[in-house]
């Protein structure tokens, strides 16, 4: 039997944490909300890419995110 999984990428993930707009954080949300966690993985390339966002783009600070990116 083959187990079907959900992949979220970076994007996601860093719109969930509220990088770029409201909007696509709302969006980002809604969308994660309705996922079967059971089904859900994240690819650790994704875990990388959404921590160098948050530094870089968000301006968090390297421990603050990677407490996030470790959730």
């Known amino acids: 039997m083959i187990k079907q999984k959900i992949a979220l990428d970076s994007n996601i993930l860093s719109y ?3 990088i770029n707009d409201p909007d696509r954080q709302r ?7 309705q996922l079967d966690f059971a089904k859900v ?3 650790i390339q994704a875990l990388g890419e959404l921590y160098r966002v948050l530094v870089r783009k968000g301006g968090y600070t390297s421990s603050l995110a990677r407490e996030i990116v470790m959730q």
């Not at 969006?27 to 909300?33: P, V, Y």
């Open 27 to 33: 969006l980002a949300h809604a969308c994660i909300a």
């Open 41 to 43: 993985a994240i690819p």
């Open 16 to 18: 969930a944490e509220g």
